[in-house]
């Protein structure tokens, strides 16, 4: 059984229904509660479901959808992120009119490299991270633990920075 709490929204979820019912009903005596039924949304995200599969999803739509509108970009041309690295932009993704050209002329690719020296108590090893931009936009970011220990602040930095640049160069074509 799963009891998922934040402020107060609840989920609850097991195998048997009765399960639920039960520790509702425990719940209910203690404390003041409304049954919402079956959960939609949970944290502004979309709970879908599909009961043949046995999967359960979340989907951030909305959210992005208001993300976009809020900074004018709602008719943007959207594509899978991240996507495969042996993908590459066609022309139906480049600037179509004079505007969109000229705007994207002022765009610079900018990429930040961090790293986070032992950050990892159990292993001791190091987190790399990097995050490239494209007019404001994020087109490439990565964060994950370095393969080895390092043994210096230095040396997890170089290898942060040289991630950074092998994905630089991939970026530049």
């Known amino acids: 059984m799963y009891l998922v709490l934040y402020v107060d929204d609840m989920l609850i979820d097991a195998k048997k229904k009765y399960d639920i019912q039960k520790l509702k009903g425990l719940l209910s005596a203690e404390f003041e509660m409304k049954d919402l039924g079956a959960a939609r949304k949970i944290l502004g995200m979309e709970i879908i479901g599909d009961r043949e599969r046995r999967k359960l999803f979340l989907s951030q739509r909305s959210y992005i959808q208001k993300v976009l509108a809020r900074f004018g970009m709602s008719s943007s041309k959207p594509i899978d992120t991240?996507?495969?690295?042996?993908?590459?932009l066609t022309a139906m993704f480049a600037p179509q009119s004079k505007k969109e050209k000229e705007y994207m002329s002022r765009c610079f690719v900018t990429g930040y490299s961090d790293s986070d020296y032992?950050?990892?108590?159990?292993?001791?090893?190091?987190?790399?991270?990097?995050?490239?931009?494209?007019?404001?936009?994020?087109?490439?970011?990565?964060?994950?633990?370095?393969?080895?220990?390092?043994?210096?602040?230095?040396?997890?930095?170089?290898?942060?920075l040289t991630e950074a640049a092998k994905e630089w160069i991939l970026l530049k074509g």
């Open 118 to 160: 032992a950050g990892d108590v159990e292993t001791r090893r190091s987190m790399t991270s990097y995050v490239f931009t494209l007019g404001g936009s994020v087109v490439s970011w990565k964060a994950t633990l370095q393969p080895t220990v390092t043994l210096s602040t230095t040396e997890v930095e170089y290898m942060a």
């Open 82 to 88: 991240p996507s495969a690295a042996n993908i590459h």
